[in-house]
């Protein structure tokens, strides 16, 4: 057995990637995208029995209250500390520019009913309301950074990052910027194996954080014939390979679910390995299929 793999069998759902600034950051967590209000306690509960510890969340998502509701009853009850957990947030389009960014994480905290999150990111390069093209974006997602340092600085967030930046997001942000981001959430799957980006972050110290990991369980991707094939003969789900791919490569994952035995199955990737040669076959689905939005249209 090659290290690689010896290394892999070792990794459980406390194991972490160790930011740039020494953060440890969950590899696996909860995403709580399209959770709807109501279901939120009986997922958070779910998830936290089974082990999670990290929770992913957006100002847009509109759930942070309900979530920072169950915190709260968890924290007050003893069952939990707030040190126990990691939580990230995100500001959206529409909270871009230096003071739309400092009174969007305030909003977020009191929302969530936090001194600090874990990890803040900027969601996305665009500004609501600016054409893809328009140069406004680049100078207002200067702004924004520059209000994620401060935030930083005061220890609003333990860590800082950005979400669906490219390549070229990246460069300028590096030339500009005093603290470097420490994770990008970007889409990121066998079938959109964005090969380049995950070099490029893991080169410059940017944790890659996978989101859409299931395809949005798109179901003519779980049953891609190959998918399938190299589920069957590791007696996993589609589901449990793809999330296995993703933190072998050492990309963080937080699926989401409402369902509590989904939460369960998306936990259980930790008993097994992806063969290094199943691990190439997947690589090789790369279709550029991407589920979500496409960030190489904003300038």
């Known amino acids: ?9 070792q990794l459980t759902i406390r194991s972490t990637v160790t930011l740039t600034n020494g953060v440890e950051m969950p590899l696996f967590g909860l995403g709580c995208y399209e959770v709807p209000v109501d279901d939120v306690k009986n ?63 305030a909003n977020s905290l009191k929302r969530l009913g936090l001194d600090y999150v874990d990890l803040y990111l900027v969601h996305w390069p665009g500004v609501a309301g600016n054409q893809p ?3 406004l974006n680049s100078t207002t997602r200067a702004e924004t950074w520059r209000a994620f340092e401060t935030l930083y600085e005061q220890k609003k967030c ?16 590096f030339k500009q910027c005093k603290v470097r981001p420490m994770v990008n959430q970007v889409e990121f799957h066998p079938f959109l194996y964005n090969k380049e980006l995950m070099d490029f972050c893991q080169s410059n110290g940017v944790a890659l954080e996978a989101y859409a990991s299931l395809v949005r369980t798109k179901q003519d991707s779980l049953q891609d014939k190959v998918l399938v094939e190299i589920a069957t003969k590791l007696q996993k789900t589609p589901a449990q390979v793809l999330l296995r791919w993703a933190i072998q490569k050492n990309v963080i994952v937080i699926p989401k679910s409402v369902k509590t035995e989904r939460i369960q199955e998306n ?22 299929r991407r589920v979500c939005w496409d960030p190489y249209t904003i300038l």
């Open 267 to 288: 936990a259980n990737i930790f008993g097994f390995v992806v063969p290094d040669e199943d691990m190439t076959t997947l690589d090789n689905l790369n279709c550029n």
């Open 158 to 173: 333990r860590s800082i990052g950005v979400s669906n930046y490219t390549i070229a997001h990246l460069e300028e942000l």
């Open 43 to 105: 997922v958070l509960i779910s998830a936290l029995d089974c082990g999670y510890i990290s929770i992913d969340t957006a100002s847009v998502y509109k759930n942070e209250e309900a979530i920072g509701i169950v915190l709260r009853e968890l924290f007050s009850t003893g069952a939990l500390k707030r040190e126990d957990l990691f939580i990230t947030t995100k500001a959206s389009s529409s909270e871009q520019g230096y003071d739309k960014a400092m009174e969007a994480c």
């Open 1 to 9: 057995m090659s290290t690689t793999a010896t290394t892999h069998h």
């Open 133 to 135: 093209t328009d140069p």
